[in-house]
């Protein structure tokens, strides 16, 4: 009764990957079950949804499950916990897991009650035979399954319609202990004998450490605190944190650096970018030379410098004991990063535990993995005795890989009717992955002795959603499309992934082009974006959310009082989402309303999705109105005044339609809303105005500037 | 030179010892008295993650030195309530699901505490007004202001009964 191996369907991704049941799913003790996933909680609620499908999978109740995720000592290696991918392929992985295990326990059920297993069925994991308890049980069948065999992807998951628990909306799991103040985060891990720390950091890769002032940076700590230096990392060491935080403020003073670089304002603009160096690439087939008599529409829109600004600055801990590095991490990638550390510090890999713990939201490449290197770095240097970093505010603001300036030039041939035929986007940006798995450098190892050599130029290939060509390619249906993409090879300052990549530029660009094209061919935004999307799923959003905002086509704008559409699909492959924005306009932009439909296939926590999608248009809208990294004799945005987010009081209303929640694949949602919240605000404005602002973000000077020129 | 400061917090008094009066309250209520529940954010008085009731006021704990907590009376979010009795603050972020990542949480409980306190029946905007002084960076603002609404509604109607 084999079945034939041709008959095996394939495993997802992470699952074969990791095809030990064991590291899943395990039964510890009667009525526990423990689930292991890679994916990390970012503060959005994965492991809430994880914990949702297991128990869905399983047939137990959620309260027995408890979740281990990104531990290097037990959990599935599933990379990084990015890019909206969670629920898409780590999640479809635990269903596959949880049912291999399930029909494992159910074989077994059956040899053990002497019945065939079509007649078994799971409830909150006692074995029923016809409906009615055995007095079997996941836990009483235990010791008979090997659950360190491998997945053979045999277990018949649930279809849509036998979900119990998926598709329900499941509170927060995590949100209880923070709303009591319990010690969640890894800012507040204590371990015994721990002492704190403080980088001095490098100003840049290539300074060296002129002169300390230890006497008079000692006597600022007003109690003891040590140096610990490698080559030119240098950090201070105590048991008291105010200390040590006393003394890393002196040494802004007492420090004294050589062969500092420090970023002028004019590389904080994105058009600095065409003059650089650069890897061209064309993605499509060659432009045509000759418009061949069609009318040739081009607009350039440019974006700056973004920090992902976490609300906490990064933490990191770390102790080496008898040749083992364990270290303590809120990154996004707990195996990536123990291969990193293993290349910076020159240990195995095999020698090195990395764990995660929550850190507050990163959406992206923040300071985490650099924080968690630093401990290490110094824990090295102290063994037996636990380190903790703790990032100043303005060392994450300064020294946070930031999301990349973006230069996206649109061309497009128009047929007669005053539709893209041919469309073409320039792109400009400098890489969006400088990511330890990706062989970025962690930030303290540019200052070991013999530095590591930077990688080669690169970024995320296409083949993983692209980085700065991420949505570089509408979705509608044009003949001729292609992204010329200049990778800019040096940036003033490290670069990496911000929730979207390069997705929020591209669409920004791509939509507001739209919407000057539709203004061209004298028709309604709604349906011009209509009448060249065949796409149903793109059609549903798009009409819903022009339903859910009372869009009345050929309404004015002016006086100050505009509303804006913008649509995607996320990746061009995954979630698709239309946003409408209102809004006023001063001198300031002011943010009235927002409405979004969301097509994000099978939802498996539909207020988290929701409460996703709300803060994805939160922070675009951030982004948008308010942020910019500017330089200024170096990174001159080192706080939360000289780099403002939107406050309470400018967030506007917003409300959220969910459509074909019940399509068998789930798509992430943490990124879809980025580039169309972006795009509506900016057609909102063009509306309100009767004039464009192509570049962002959207300050009262380009308002200003706009106004005067009209 | 080693000193103690006494002071109360959450209705219990403490008394630390500590070499520098100049550490900020922040330090001392999570490093020496264990309190995680107030977070470090930005050290500049920006964010409001460290935000505690001193004597009924909110005040953000990150700066403010230990020497003028003397004799006075500290609230924190472990202050407010517990999981077995939750404050109608910390109920009603829970029913609203009010938060993503969580670590403004404890800073904003107790902005909406001290609002409520000077305003039990807040406007939209009269709360998000009051928050101001918080930054969330996750974009849970609005479930956060209809969380203290929800609370503001039930805590009046708990008042008339």
Known sequence: MNTPVMNTPALPGPLADNPRLERWVTFPAPGKVIVGTGRVELGQGVLTAMTQIAADELDVA??????????????????????????????????????????????????????????????????????????????????????????????????????????????????????????????????????????????????????????????????????????????????????????????????????????????????????RPVIDRIIGAPEPADPQGRVRFESTYTRGYLAHASISPSCGLALYHDGRLTVWTHCQGVFPLRAALARTLSLDASAITVHHVQGSGCYGHNGADDAAADAAIIAMKMPGVPIRVRWRREEEFVYEPKSPAMVVKVRALLDDAGKPADWSAEIWSGTHNYRPGAGGNLLGAQALPNPPPEPPPGDVPESHGGGATRNGEPLYDIAHKRIIHHLVTETPVRTSALRGLGAMPNVFAIECAIDELAERAGQDPVQYRLSITVDPRARAVIEKVAAMAGWEAGESGGAGRGRGIAFARYKSRAAYAAVVVALDVEETIRLRHVWCATDAGLVVNPDGVINQLEGGIIQSASWVLKEQVRFDDGVSSFDWETYPVLKFSEVPEIDIALINTKDEVPLGVGEVTAGPTAAAIGNAVSHALGARIRDLPLTRERIMATLLKE | MTKKYEFTVNGRPVSVSLDNEEAPLLNVLRNNLGLMGTRFGCGLEQCGCCMVLIDGAPEKSCSKPVWSIIGKSVTTVEGLGTPEHPHPLQQAFIDEQAGQCGYCLAGILISAQALLARNPSPTRSEIAQALDDNICRCGSHNRIIRAIEKAAARMGAGAIS
Not at chain 1, 214 to 231: L, S
Request: hydrophobic residues 45%.
């Open chain 1, 62 to 275: 959620m309260e027995r499950i408890t979740i281990r995720s990104g531990d290097t000592e037990f959990t599935p290696n599933e990379g990084y916990t990015a890019g909206s991918q969670s629920i898409q392929f780590g999640g479809v992985a635990m269903r596959q897991a949880c049912a291999d295990v399930r029909s494992l326990f159910i074989d077994q059920a059956a040899r053990v009650l002497g019945c065939k297993t079509s007649e078994l069925s799971i409830c909150d994991g006692g074995i029923l035979h016809n409906g009615v308890p055995t007095g079997q049980d996941y836990w009483t069948l235990a010791g008979a399954v090997d659950l360190a065999a491998e997945a053979t992807g045999g277990g018949k998951r649930k279809t849509v319609a036998d979900f119990n628990v998926i598709g329900r909306s499941s509170a927060r799991l995590d949100l209880p202990a923070k709303i009591f103040g319990a010690a969640v985060f890894i800012h507040d891990l204590v371990l015994d004998g721990m002492l704190h720390a403080r980088v001095v950091r490098q100003p840049n890769r290539g300074a060296t450490i002129d002169a300390i002032d230890e006497r008079a940076i000692k006597r600022a700590a007003k109690a003891p605190v040590e140096f610990v230096r490698n080559g030119n990392f240098l950090a201070i060491v105590g048991a008291d944190e105010t200390a040590v935080d006393l003394a890393g403020a002196a040494a802004a003073k007492y420090v004294i650096w050589q062969h500092v670089e420090t970023p002028t304002p004019l590389q904080a603009e994105a058009s600095w970018l065409r003059q």
